[in-house]
């Protein structure tokens, strides 16, 4: 009966989506209704309102729908919503300000003379509109209103013409900043959870172990990654429109002939350089800052809605007098302040001098012009037609518009998971044969397909959080979450293209002459959908294209994960190996030249500490070959082992399936006693038991006879290649740790030499001045030494000594010989120091740096870049871990 009322759910959602009937009332009512009904059902039919529900009840479900919709505005850990207004700020302001125009004007005449340059003036324009106001019906307005007629006059193909005007102004929904990428962001951010959630479930049932490795865990992803992992895949999607329409203009002039006219002279340029300048100029703030890290996507989002102010202040009066003033004032007052930044110390609560004085008031006086400039293009927008109150109702319209869609697609989720949907799905999607790549294909089929008749935030809110945890979760393919978000952007995408509800289409035909047809339109797009699809094919099968940006700039970010995260181990040793192998033969003879040196007047605890690591530090290059020997051992393995593996988990799923029921039944059995004919729905109940029986011991039968011994061989193979890994961790760490210490040590020295005087006045004074006030100073003279490098013996005397005098009675005797201890272990210790200082440190520290990169890499507080690009490359593919599990 399930099935029936999530069959119900669906057609009541085609059905008042396919009426025109509003897509924010459309998802949360149809989800209402079904449960309505479903409860109602149950009720009359067995008195039971639970009865037709996979799990709990119509009150738990809709309470769940109800804190999900919560949730959108009242999660903390949603606060990437809070982009979405500012970004659709940013876009209409810019809109209002007519910068489409301008560029499309000056890059037709700039590209003209070009092959096709009409058409790719168009891409390059809609590439640079996509990254500053992404708003697609405006693009494709502006484009068909001003380029369709001037490529229409030079006699270019209507279908080329208008494929192109269409295609160019969806970019914005895949070239950052993107709001399809942020409602991808936000509903991925739940999927990993679910997702983290079932593989650790996944893992436990298959090993036993109650601990899943966090190496193997599911990465949740942000809007800031999502427009990292964006930016290149846009970018390969711009060149593939370009070259596009160069090949077919070469192959056929007279499809998309180059275009002669307007002089390239001093006043073209000009226009050039006004036109083109800002919005570059804003695009680089905005996505600059998040690059760098140096903002939010919050903060990038309000960094572009001020832009945007202030582009539009100067836009709306130009050719007046004064016109560019406020925009001159506010770069001034930005170049200020990063002049102020760069040079002074600003902090309000730490004003010691003149110079931190001056400091805070050149930033007062530019953030003063900055504030000045802000509200003088304000009132610009605000005066002149009207144009800032238009924007933002027209912000507050849109945000509305996506935070109800939003909000009823949380409805509709929680009424698709009552009626057992989700598991349906899952179920449906793991029966599939060959793996990860053929679930994968399938949704990204069945997201195509729907793009025909939903728009974006349908699909991104209503499929996303259903199939999403059920890729993620698969450890086969061990994908990432910003991989498939931008995966399914860019296949999302196709939905503005494809009839017969593709919205760029419709705005396109609203706005070209009567004399195109629609089906020239139609005929248009198929180049450039096929294109979508090429670049969708490009991406799936090289991730680093999404993964290598947002990995690299995690790992140069403030907030960098050490080199010491579990999660980066693989990537890690495979740097040390590769360094070992590029540089092994000076590492070797590095450590025969400080193992070499005399270390025979340092105490006996330090030599020994010293020459166990220099002994480790020579183990270490051999236990990293081992490890990578078990991993080939493995791979080769894994051809044999993994096929089997595969069909013994089917196997098992089922039989757990069947587990899973049989449990079911046998629940039931206990609860008849308020059920009419108990015994008959027993009897029935152990009937249906006994068949679930003997399917399961059939499926029993299926499992190789040897499975045990398989999976136990193939384990030690596993655990193996963990020991030596661990093995080599170690002894890395012995080897650099003790020669990192020893350093530490050596450049306290004159920390340890400042404490001589008070040493001195400490031990001359025991038996001479009064142990009350002796005891003052040692405690403060032991501060300094708990923070002196190496000191911890000196520190040990004070204490000794602190504690003899501090008694009620304190025994002078002792004191006495305590001094002297600590006199003659100072004097002993400061010996070694100077000497070692002398004679050993510049050739440790020449040794430190010879292996700080491989054998001491993992005691770096963070990455080179060198580093990072290397690691932030091997993160980048998908490694398979399913033989883990």
């Known amino acids: ?134 708003i697609v019906g405006a693009t494709v307005v502006a484009m068909g209103l001003i380029s369709l007629p001037a490529m229409l006059r030079n006699n270019y193909a209507k279908p080329l013409a208008t494929g192109t005007i269409a295609a160019s102004g969806t970019l914005g929904q895949i070239i950052p900043p993107s709001i399809v990428l942020i409602i991808l962001a936000d509903q991925l951010a739940s999927a990993t959870d679910q997702a983290g959630t079932a593989r650790k479930a996944l893992y436990k049932w298959a090993t036993g172990e109650f601990s899943m490795p966090s190496s193997f865990d599911v990465v949740s992803t942000s809007a800031g990654e999502m427009f990292l992992g964006a930016f290149v895949p846009g970018l390969l999607l711009v060149g593939l429109y370009m070259v596009f329409i160069l090949i077919v203009s070469l192959i056929n002039p007279k499809v998309a002939p180059a275009v002669h006219g307007g002089s390239f002279d001093k006043a073209f340029f000009i226009r050039l350089a006004l036109a083109l300048v800002p919005p570059l100029g804003l695009i680089f703030l905005v996505l600059g800052s998040i690059i760098a890290g140096v903002a939010t996507v919050n903060q990038a989002g309000a960094i572009g809605a001020v832009g945007a102010i202030l582009m539009a202040g100067y836009r709306l009066r130009e050719g007046e007098k004064h016109a560019y003033t406020p925009v001159i004032l506010g770069l001034i007052s930005i170049i200020g302040i990063f002049t102020v930044l760069a040079f002074f110390e600003v902090n309000v609560k730490a004003i010691h001098s003149l110079h931190d004085a001056l400091g805070i008031t050149f930033a007062l006086v530019a953030t003063g012009g900055l504030l000045i400039s802000v509200i003088w293009s304000c009132w610009r927008t605000f005066k002149i037609d009207d144009t800032l109150k238009g924007v933002m109702i027209e912000t507050a319209k849109t945000s509305s518009l996506v935070f109800i869609i939003l909000m009823g697609a949380a409805m509709l989720t929680a009424s698709f998971r009552a009626f057992g949907g989700e598991d349906l799905v899952r179920d449906f999607l793991g029966g599939l044969p060959g793996g990860f790549w053929t679930k994968f294909v399938i949704v ?222 046998r629940t039931e059995i206990s609860r008849l006693y308020d059920v009419e004919n108990p015994e008959e729905v027993k009897k029935k109940l ?112 004070l204490s000794k000594l602190r504690r003899i005098l501090k008694d009620s009675s304190p025994e002078m005797d002792k004191a006495a ?57 091997c993160q980048s593919d998908h490694k398979d871990v399913s033989q883990n599990f």
């Not at 949360?28 to 039919?45: E, H, K, L, M, R």
């Open 686 to 797: 152990e009937s249906e038991i006994a068949v679930l029986t003997k399917e399961k011991e059939k499926l029993t039968a299926q499992i190789p006879a040897d499975w045990k011994k398989i999976y136990g061989d193939f384990h030690k193979l596993l655990k193996n290649e963990t020991l030596l890994r661990g093995k080599f961790r170690r002894a890395a760490q012995s080897g650099y740790g003790s020669i990192e210490d020893f350093l530490k040590t050596l450049h306290g020295n004159k920390a340890y030499t400042d404490l001589q005087s008070d040493i001195e006045k400490i031990t001359s004074g025991v038996g001479t001045r009064p142990p009350a006030d002796l005891v003052e100073e040692i405690e403060a003279v032991s501060k300094q030494a708990n923070e002196v490098p190496g000191a911890s013996a000196i520190s040990s005397d």
């Open 444 to 665: 990204m089929a069945v997201i195509f397909f729907l793009g025909f008749f939903l728009d974006f935030i349908e699909i991104s809110v209503v499929v996303v959080p259903i199939v999403a945890p059920i890729l993620l979760a698969d450890p086969s393919a061990n994908v990432t979450a910003v991989w498939l978000g931008v995966m399914i952007g860019l296949n999302i995408q196709t939905s503005f293209l494809t009839p017969p509800f593709g919205f760029a289409l419709f705005y396109l035909r609203g706005v070209a002459p009567s004399s195109v047809k629609t089906t020239q339109i139609y005929k248009g797009v198929i180049a450039f959908i096929l294109l979508q699809l090429t670049a969708l094919a490009i991406v799936g099968s090289y991730p680093p294209l999404v993964n290598y940006l947002p990995n690299r700039v995690s790992l140069i970010s403030d907030t960098a994960p050490p080199p010491r995260n579990p999660r980066l181990n693989y990537c890690v040793d495979s740097y040390i190996s590769d360094q070992f192998d590029t540089n092994g033969a000076a590492i070797s003879a590095a450590i025969a030249k400080a193992k070499g040196l005399n270390y025979s007047y340092l105490p006996k605890s330090l030599q020994s500490a010293l020459m166990s690591g220099f002994d480790d530090a020579v183990k270490a290059p051999e236990l990293m070959k081992q490890a990578w020997a078990a991993n080939d051992t493995i791979t080769t393995a894994a051809r044999k082992y993994k096929p089997v593996q595969s069909d013994v988990r089917d196997v098992q799923a089922d039989i757990r399936k069947i587990d899973g029921e049989i449990k079911d039944h």
């Open 817 to 873: 010989e305590a001094a002297a201890k600590l006199a003659e272990d100072y004097k002993s210790e400061l010996a070694w120091r100077d000497r070692a200082e002398a004679n050993l440190m510049g050739e440790l520290e020449n040794y430190e740096a010879e292996i700080r990169s491989t054998i001491g890499l993992r005691n770096q507080t963070r990455f080179t870049e060198d580093q990072a690009a290397f690691v932030a490359a």
């Open 1 to 134: 009966m399930e099935l029936i009322f999530l069959i119900l759910l669906v057609l009541l959602m085609a059905l008042a989506l396919g009426s025109g009937y509003p897509v924010a009332f459309a998802l949360p009512g149809s989800a209402i209704v079904t449960v309505i009904i479903a409860a109602a059902c149950g009720y009359f039919a067995t008195g039971n309102p639970d009865a037709y529900f996979a799990q709990g009840g119509p009150w738990q479900w809709l309470s769940a729908g109800v804190t999900n919709l919560r949730g959108v505005y009242w999660d903390v850990n949603r606060d990437t919503l809070i982009a979405i207004p500012l970004f659709i700020f940013m876009g209409i302001m810019l809109q209002r300000s007519k910068i489409a125009e301008d560029l499309l004007v000056t890059m037709a005449q700039l590209f003209g003379p070009v092959p096709g340059g009409l058409g790719i003036s168009v891409v390059f324009v809609g590439a640079l509109l996509a990254a500053t106001t992404g």
